[in-house]
C-alpha cells in the first residue's frame, strides 16, 4: 500500500489487526517530499503496529506507476505482483460530491465512498482467504496487461517534480546564500 493519506491509516490499521494472523501485511509508503517533519506527525498520531515508510523522493511511485493516492499494489508471499497499481478503494465522490465551501462531502457521496471502500476491503480479505485462487488474484500476463508505462503526460509531470525537488535540494543546501547566489554574510561585509 502507499500514498495512504493520513485518514486512511485507521483503515489500514484495521484490516492489518484482523487479516495479521494470514500472513498478510500492510507496508504503507507516504509519498511527501516534506519527509518526516511533513508526514511524521500523521503517522505517528495513528499509532499503526504496521509499518510506515516516507518516501520523499517519490521512488516507489516511479518504480510502481502511483499517480494519485491511496494507490496499492498487492504482492503475494513470493514477491510476485498480483494487482498492480491501482486505487485503493478511494472513489471519486470529492470531485462530484463535495462542497468546495465547506468541504463537506453529500450524503450520497459519503455512501458512494464507503460502498466502494468495503469492496475493495473485501476483495483484499477475499485474497487473503484464498490467495492465488480468489477472483481478484491476477495471473502475471493479466498484471502485465494492467500494468502500462506512464503517459507522455505523467512522465513530463514526474520530469517536472525531479527537476523541482533537485532544485529545492540544492537552493536548501546553500540556505546560507542569497538568490543571487553570492554568501549573504559576504554581501553584508561588502556593503559595510
Not at 490499521?13 to 507516504?30: I, M, P, S, T, W
Not at 457521496?109 to 466502494?116: I, K, M, P
Amino acid at each position: 500500500m502507499t500514498g495512504s493519506g493520513r485518514f486512511d491509516l485507521p483503515v489500514w490499521q484495521g484490516l492489518y489487526e484482523e487479516l495479521k494472523d494470514r500472513r498478510f501485511v500492510v507496508l504503507a509508503v507516504a509519498l511527501d517530499s516534506g519527509g518526516t517533519a511533513s508526514a511524521g506527525q500523521w503517522i505517528l498520531a495513528a499509532k499503526p503496529t504496521y509499518p510506515c515508510l516516507i518516501d520523499e523522493r517519490h521512488v516507489v511511485a516511479e518504480l510502481y506507476g502511483m499517480v494519485n493516492v491511496p494507490s496499492a499494489v498487492w504482492i503475494d508471499e513470493a514477491g510476485r505482483i498480483v494487482r498492480p497499481t491501482e486505487v485503493a478503494g478511494a472513489s471519486d465522490a470529492f470531485r462530484t460530491q463535495m462542497d468546495r465551501k465547506t468541504k463537506q462531502m453529500s450524503a450520497e457521496g459519503t455512501a458512494d465512498r464507503q460502498r466502494t471502500r468495503t469492496a475493495y476491503l473485501n476483495a483484499l480479505r477475499d485474497w487473503t482467504a484464498k490467495g492465488a485462487e480468489s477472483t481478484f488474484a491476477l495471473s502475471g500476463d493479466q498484471v502485465c496487461r494492467r500494468s502500462s508505462g506512464p503517459s507522455a503526460e505523467h512522465a513530463l509531470a514526474a520530469a517536472h517534480f525531479r527537476l523541482g525537488q533537485y532544485l529545492h535540494l540544492s537552493f536548501a543546501k546553500t540556505s546560507s546564500h542569497s538568490v543571487d547566489g553570492r554568501p549573504a554574510l559576504s554581501r553584508q561585509a561588502k556593503e559595510r
